[in-house]
């Protein structure tokens, strides 16, 4: 059974950094285009970083400059660092996993970790 686990959330003052981990298992890591996604209190599920199979990342422009995504094929790990964090970016940040185009599979999504950012 394919499962992604993310780690690496918690409590963060303005500015501060945290780094994201997404864990897959049982999944053919180099086959499947990654994302994290957010979720604030009140709000809808919102994109904020993908990264393609072959490595090639895109930002909502709210974190642009800010967020890196990346992933170690090695690992099967998908990273996303956080840096001069902003009380706007709390939220329950999900990993989601889904098959490159015209690859049939399944799309999976992680149980979440809460990023907090507050003085």
């Known amino acids: 059974q394919v499962q992604l686990v993310e780690s690496g959330g918690g409590l963060v003052q303005p500015g501060g950094s945290l780094r994201l981990s997404c864990a897959a298992s049982r999944l053919i890591f180099s086959v499947y285009n990654m994302a994290w996604y957010r979720q604030a209190p009140g709000k809808q599920r919102e994109l904020v970083a993908s990264?393609?199979?072959?490595?090639?990342?895109n930002y909502v422009d709210s974190v642009k400059g800010r967020f890196t995504n990346s992933r170690d094929y090695a690992e099967n790990t998908m990273y996303l660092q956080m840096n001069s964090l902003k009380p706007e970016d709390t939220a329950i940040y999900y990993c989601h996993a889904g098959p490159i185009p015209g690859l049939s599979g399944h799309d999976y999504w992680g149980q979440g970790t809460q990023v907090t950012v507050s003085s």
């Open positions: 990264i393609t199979a072959s490595g090639s990342a």
